[in-house]
Structures are given as structure tokens and as C-alpha cells.
């Protein structure tokens, strides 16, 4: 399934062309050692890693029988050359809720004769990893104490979406993820009965349908670590968390 459409209403199934049993696929998730070697010093000085790989492999839509060069174009149309990364899904039992954000690249027919009998192409992916089904946490009128479970494959900070509603004016409320050590806190001087706060903790951008949130907001942006989460909220408030796990099945 691609940008919301299945294969079949095409007439076309997913296939790899001479392929043997044994194949090796892309699992992505590669990374670059960030070190510096000095004079006098055998081991180099590590400073982290870099994923500056995004995920890419080949895929083939294969019919059984001939294409219509004007059905190509409709495929074509649906397939390639989009602005934006699409949804793709591989229907099969083990794969479930997973999805891969991208785009078909390099795209060729494949024809026996003058005959266009598939498409082949290469996957290019938004990240180094496919994506799980979308995570929404959400609790009414808190206070205290919240755990959030980050599922995400990714090692690193997985950066959520939040959405924070007050029903009553408040004055110094924050959210603090102390599972993360040394973290932020993310604070508002005031909000106002009725407001609803969107932070994008990935792009770092607030919102608000209340004026002024800029001048309310410390400018901190928190973010979630693998697995359990304790977020401390000061006020009182309703939250809802939204993230992409990140999951490295490969292609």
C-alpha cells in the first residue's frame, strides 16, 4: 500500500526479479563514529555517533499480464515523482502496523519485449528506520506524577508532539521529564482558562489560542528517552503525547 492506495487496484503485486532464496537486505539505523585522533595518544577521543544514513532499498511491482502504456501513466501518476514522502506498507503477517515514510527514486520500467510488465525502483526513506503505528498517551486533569512508555527502536531522544488544555488560569505550570537526566524544564509564566498549548518538540515550535505564548514560554522543549518516562507536571492540566516509534526491521 502507497499514499493510501493498494497494489491490486492496479493489478500489481510486489515481487523481486531473479531473486534466489538467500538475498541480504538493507537493516539501516548506520552510523558514523564521531573521534579525533591526538599526537602522543594511541585511542582517539570519542565524542558520539551520527546517523547520517537514511534507510534505502529496491522494490519491484511486477503484473501478470501486459500493461497498457496509458494505465503506466496512471501508475506513474500515483507512484513517482511526488513533492512530499508518502506512506508505504507491505502487507504481510510480521509486519503489521509498520510503515515506511518515503519516497521511489530511480524509478525504471521492466518490459519483455515492447511490453511494460513492472516497475522497479529504489525506496528512499525519511530517516534511518521505518516507523510504528503512531503512540498517543492522554490524561485528563492531572497533576503530579505521569510515565509514558517510549517504544521507539531509536537510542536517542524520540521528540514528541504535545498538547497541554487548561479549564482554569494558572500561574508558573511546567512539564519535566526527570527520566532524563539533566533535562529541561518547560515552563509557562500563565496560561488562561480555556488555553490550548501545541508544543512540536522535534521542530520547536509553540502555539497557542491565546495571545502572547512567546512571551509565557522559557524557550525549553522536553523530550522523551527509550522506554519508561516520568513527566512531572506543576498545575493542573490535560496532556496528550503523540510520537512515531521508530522500528528497525529493515526492508
Known sequence: M???KTSDLYGLFCAKRDASGVDASPLGSETEVIEDYV??????YFYGVLYNTKLTFPISFFSESPIPRERVSEISRWLF???????????QDDMGDIYYNCMLTQNNLVCIGNEVYGFESTVVCDSPWAYGKDFTFSKANVTGNIKVNNTSDNNRYTKPMITLNF????SNVSVQNTSDIGSSKMTFS?????EI?????????ISSNRELI?????????????????ITLTGTMSITIKYMPAKKVGS
Open 81 to 91: 515523482g511526488l513533492p512530499t514522502y508518502r506512506k508505504l506498507k507491505i502487507i
Open 190 to 194: 500563565t496560561v488562561t482558562s480555556g
Open 39 to 44: 599526537n602522543r595518544r594511541d585511542a582517539p
Open 197 to 205: 498549548i501545541t508544543i512540536n518538540c522535534d521542530q520547536r515550535i
Open 214 to 230: 512567546q512571551d509565557r514560554f522559557n524557550g525549553k522543549y522536553i523530550y522523551l528517552v527509550p522506554g519508561i518516562n516520568l
Open 2 to 4: 502507497f499514499d493510501g
Open 167 to 170: 479549564s482554569s488560569g494558572q
